[in-house]
């Protein structure tokens, strides 16, 4: 059997990378939270994600994919395999054509829509203020302000989990509330985004206050995923229910619901653990199925 220390020498000959160990998962995640991972991989090119993810392939090697951590909590034992993440060499922007951009998906979708907004092209200026990847704005259907990423995206590419590069249309794509039919182990490359060329003022005006609104009603200045759970329909908040069930502000050791939003489960002294997190998303889920017959379903990855 190969050892470790061949398998690694072999993987940095193959990809050109070598794999960084025992990183905590609580300094790449908004949440901070989430022990160490035994092998990060920042893969700088197409190239490299090719090799990566066909190597792995070959060795029976299982992977996760990580954007910007943002909508991801990980376990207090932390990641026993591997995780890929864009590197900078894929934090692109690229100009196409008249009102279209590619995108790649290791660069910040608040980045994204501030050049685009200063640049006069709407369309993305619901995305100010999401804290997430554009490749993990992508598969999750990152949104906020009725619009989200569905409603302005072209094209997707990507690398399958046997290493081919392909792309897909927008239109081949199944978009759901805050999801995608994207294949688990598929890395996104990058993105293409169609908008309308208007004026600077407006779309930046628009950008600023979609974020004034989102400073005024959620808690940002603290750790957290943003909004923990899908909104069981358009006319019943989370948020809402939580806060009827009398959670709001409920605290299980260092997580605590915010008490301005409900629908935020916080870590505000950056010390709560990934088990206090999931005890206080299960009472939530509890209380509201006891008093509303509603299911709270986790908007937030828990790997």
């Known amino acids: ?84 993440r864009p590197g900078t060499g894929l934090r692109y922007l690229k100009h196409w054509s008249d009102g279209v951009f590619e995108a790649g998906a290791g660069l910040p979708i608040m980045t994204l829509s501030r050049k685009l907004c200063a640049a006069g092209c709407a369309g993305l200026e619901f995305a100010g203020g999401i804290p997430g990847s554009v490749g993990g704005a992508v598969r999750m259907n990152a949104g906020a302000h009725g619009s989200d990423i569905a409603q302005v995206l072209r094209a997707v590419h990507l690398i399958n989990d046997d290493g081919r590069r392909y792309s897909l249309k927008a239109e081949e794509i199944q978009f759901g509330y805050r999801s ?34 989102r400073r005024l009603k959620q808690p940002l200045e603290y750790a957290s995923a943003g909004s923990f759970f899908r909104n069981p329909s358009p006319q019943q908040s989370a948020g809402l229910l939580i806060e009827k069930a009398g959670l709001k502000g409920h605290r299980i050791g260092g997580a605590q619901i915010s008490v301005k939003h409900a629908n935020w489960i916080i870590n505000p002294e950056k010390k709560a653990s990934c088990a206090e997190v999931t005890t206080l998303m299960q009472l939530c889920q509890k209380r509201v199925q006891e008093l509303f017959s509603l299911e709270l379903i986790p908007e937030v990855v828990r790997w």
Request: charged residues 15%; hydrophobic residues 45%.
């Open 180 to 213: 995608s039919n994207l294949p688990q182990g598929a890395f996104v490359l990058s993105a293409v985004f169609r908008t309308v060329k208007t004026d600077p003022t407006a779309t930046q005006a628009r950008r600023a206050a979609f974020l004034a609104e």
């Open 1 to 84: 059997m190969e050892s470790e220390a061949q398998l690694l020498s072999d993987f940095e000959k193959v990809v050109g990378v070598a794999p960084r160990q025992g990183v905590l998962g609580r300094v790449l995640t908004t949440f901070c939270i989430g022990g160490p991972i035994r092998f990060l991989v920042d893969l700088q090119t197409p190239e490299q994600v090719q090799a990566c993810v066909a190597f792995l392939k070959a060795h029976a090697l299982d992977y996760q994919v990580l954007g910007a951590g943002s909508n991801l909590l990980i376990p207090d034992t932390g990641v026993a395999g591997w995780v890929l």
